[in-house]
């Protein structure tokens, strides 16, 4: 392991802290739950505690695209236009009472109700793509399993045209590619916005069936919401939606996978499995931390937060903090870890909550019920380079279907 007398955040870039980023997340903590971290030039919040109560401080903001485009040199600024123009427009980077306007355009499609509705094309999704490796007793489990399992439920509730599903393979996430300032994606979010002004066409002739459109109806005719608008919170869907919820499938057979003794319970009490699936977020979430801006000066756990700073929430500390969850490196399906921080707190939790948690029970639920001897083909699964993602390049699994 890397030695790291003064912790930083930026450890977790060296292969041992990306295989298993919880060690170096405890020492961090055991230093202050809420650290300054001089080679990040940012406040590090790591206690359950703390990133809850922080989460909804109103003098913290998730409003952070414009000031960083704004501060690029003017070559950068420009290529990035395109993406900062959408990113701005999302209500995750946007506080009241704007993030209020901007949440109601696409609540009405994520609650618990609409997505029970779904739940038949998630499993029968999932049916296909098992169907699919069966014979096989091998497969990888992001590339045959999850990602497509994610993309095409995505696709299918933000109304992407059939045509232009294509343009949704290998998406990593636009804010990433946005803060380390490439504009690799720029083609790829012109070609969706395309894609969208043909949909929203037929929308205004009242000639679109697609699931997005018929959420947001109601919204846009109570509200006015520009197309600019409608379009960032289209891309949101996709963005937040699908690679988080890919990998967080991977980390949760990973996890398992490593655990027999919880698989096992899994296989033979599989009613447990919608518990379980908060537990499986808790222990090892795809998504490992967000940001926010201090608008005023604050104190929190004995330290100064300036106006003007960055605070970095770490969720995945948080969830593995044992003031919160006694021996918080077990993975216990038994556990109810319901308030488990991996799609945030406060404001801005995650919309796609209920959706997620539907596909993650049934992806795992039906793994386990149609293989058998399941396990992986490789002892480490290779680490997408990140510090804020948790993402499993391929995960490759053998199994025997199931008699
Ligand atoms: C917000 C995580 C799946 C849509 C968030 C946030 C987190 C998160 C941590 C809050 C970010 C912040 O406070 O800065 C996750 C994880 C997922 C997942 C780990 C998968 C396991 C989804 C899905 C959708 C979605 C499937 C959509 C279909 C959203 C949206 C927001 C959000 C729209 C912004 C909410 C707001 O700003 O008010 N998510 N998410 N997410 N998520 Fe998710």
């Not at 939606?241 to 899994?266: C, F, S």
Request: with cysteine; hydrophobic share 40%; charged share 25%.
């Amino acid at each position: 392991m890397p030695a790291a007398s003064t912790p930083s955040l930026l450890d977790l870039h060296h292969p041992d802290w990306t295989r298993d980023p919880y060690p170096l997340y405890h020492r961090m903590r055991q230093h202050a739950p809420v650290l300054w971290d001089e080679l990040m030039r940012s406040w590090i919040v790591l206690g359950h505690q703390e990133i809850a109560r922080l989460s909804k401080d109103e003098r913290l903001s998730g409003a952070r695209i414009r000031d960083f485009h704004a501060q690029l040199p003017p070559a950068a600024r420009g290529d990035l236009e395109p993406l900062a123009r959408a990113l701005s427009d999302m209500m995750l980077f946007n506080e009241p009472p704007r993030h209020t306007r901007l949440r109601r355009l696409i609540r009405p499609g994520l609650t618990p109700r609409f997505i029970r509705e779904m739940r038949p094309l998630i499993e029968s999704t999932v049916d296909s793509l098992l169907s699919g490796v069966a014979d096989r007793g091998e497969m990888d489990v992001i590339r045959d399993f999850s990602e497509p399992l994610s993309r095409d439920v995505i696709a299918r509730l933000a109304g992407v045209p059939d045509h232009a599903a294509g343009l949704l393979e290998n998406w990593q996430g636009l804010l990433h590619e946005f803060f380390s300032q490439s504009s690799a994606q720029v083609p790829r979010v012109n070609a969706l916005r395309a894609a969208f002004d043909e949909v929203a066409e037929q929308r205004e002739r009242g000639q679109a069936e697609d699931v997005f459109s018929r959420i947001i109806a109601e919204q846009l005719a109570a509200e006015e919401f520009t197309e600019d608008e409608v379009f960032a919170n289209f891309l949101l869907l996709i963005d937040a939606g699908q690679a988080t919820t890919t990998h967080l499938i991977g980390n949760a057979v990973l996890a398992l996978l490593r655990n027999p003794d919880q698989l096992a319970l899994l296989r033979e009490a599989p009613e447990l499995t919608r518990d379980a699936t908060h537990e499986l977020m808790r222990y090892d979430s795809s998504v490992q931390f967000t940001s926010r801006v201090a608008l005023a000066d604050l104190e929190i756990a004995g330290q100064h937060i300036r106006q003007g700073q960055t605070v970095i929430l770490v969720l995945g500390a948080g969830n593995r903090d044992p003031r919160r969850y006694p021996d918080p490196d077990r993975l216990d399906v038994r556990r109810k870890a319901t308030d488990h921080l991996s799609f945030g707190h406060g404001i801005h939790y995650c919309l796609g909550a209920s959706l997620a948690l539907a596909e993650i029970e049934i992806a795992v639920r039906e793994l386990l019920r149609r293989t058998e001897d399941l396990h992986l083909a490789e002892p480490e699964p290779s680490w997408m380079d990140s510090i804020n993602f948790r993402f499993a390049k391929a995960l490759p699994v053998r199994f025997r279907p199931a008699g």
